[in-house]
């Protein structure tokens, strides 16, 4: 179809174009990157990708993020690489027992002694 003289769009899409500009477009209030129609609003708050999601239950926020500040690292912390041999066995006969018998274990490979090192880091870091 031919445009007419005067007007901006052809028959077919002139009442879509009337109907646009009589619906105003606002900036979406969670991305402004986007705009939507004024009237439509709501509607798309429930659905627009920039939405904050939920959280699922295990999530904890900055749970990686270390110490924010070197003040609060306790006392008692020790680096598991600091730690003398003797104070090594120590600290697994007293954490698990069933890990101690696992490391001395002569059948255990030394990446499975290795592994079973590092649940004991794990465990002392929550002790």
């Known amino acids: 179809m031919v445009v007419a003289a005067g007007k901006r769009f052809c028959g077919e899409h002139a009442g879509a ?13 969670l991305d402004p990157k986007h705009t939507v129609y004024e009237d439509q609003l709501a509607k798309h ?13 295990f999530y904890i926020q900055d749970i990686n ?19 003398s041999e ?3 066995e120590k600290l697994i006969k007293t954490l698990s027992p069933a890990l ?10 030394d990446s ?7 649940q004991v880091c ?4 929550n002790y």
């Open 86 to 88: 003797e104070q090594l």
């Open 112 to 118: 499975a002694t290795k592994h079973l090192k590092q």
């Open 17 to 29: 174009a009337e109907e646009e500009d009589a619906r105003k477009r606002i900036l979406c209030p």
């Open 65 to 83: 993020a270390g110490l924010k500040d070197e003040t609060e690292i306790p006392e008692q912390l020790v680096p598991i690489s600091s730690l």
């Open 45 to 57: 708050l429930k659905k627009c990708n920039s939405r904050e999601k939920p959280k699922p239950d």
């Open 100 to 109: 101690h018998s696992a490391l001395n274990d002569p059948k255990n490979s």
């Open 122 to 125: 794990i465990g002392y870091s």
